[in-house]
């Protein structure tokens, strides 16, 4: 059964930082590219960053320079650093399995997510 546990949420107050993990079990991970996506109320699910089984990585736009995704291939987690926080941050985050291809991370496995709430 493949499983991704996603963890470390919470709230936070705006210029703050947390780190999400997601633990990962039920697929060979090393050969899974993984994601961090976000879902804002009303808003379309978004991708935040990206990792490759050989660790490349990109960030969305509107995260660069505050958010760094990596993996831990022995344990089998990818992580989220979040620095410098903002309110616009505040979503469900969710970590996802699959292969990246031109169409972006495709794949079926996803976590139950996450809560991130940035406010004063």
């Known amino acids: 059964q493949v499983r991704l546990v996603e963890s470390g949420g919470g709230l936070v107050q705006p210029g703050g930082s947390l780190r999400l993990s997601c633990a990962v079990s039920?697929?060979?991970?090393?050969?899974?590219?993984m994601g961090w996506y976000r879902q804002a109320p009303g808003k379309q699910r978004e991708l935040v960053a990206l990792i490759t089984t050989r660790g490349r990585t990109d960030h969305a736009d509107s995260v660069k320079g505050r958010f760094t995704i990596s993996r831990d291939n022995d344990k089998k987690m990818v992580y989220l650093q979040m620095n410098n926080l903002k309110p616009e941050d505040t979503a469900v985050y969710y970590c996802?399995?699959?292969?990246?291809?031109?169409?972006?991370?495709?794949?079926?496995?996803w976590g139950q997510g996450t809560q991130v709430t940035v406010s004063s």
């Open positions: 039920g697929i060979i991970f090393r050969l899974y590219d």
């Open positions: 996802k399995g699959g292969t990246v291809t031109s169409a972006g991370l495709v794949g079926d496995y």
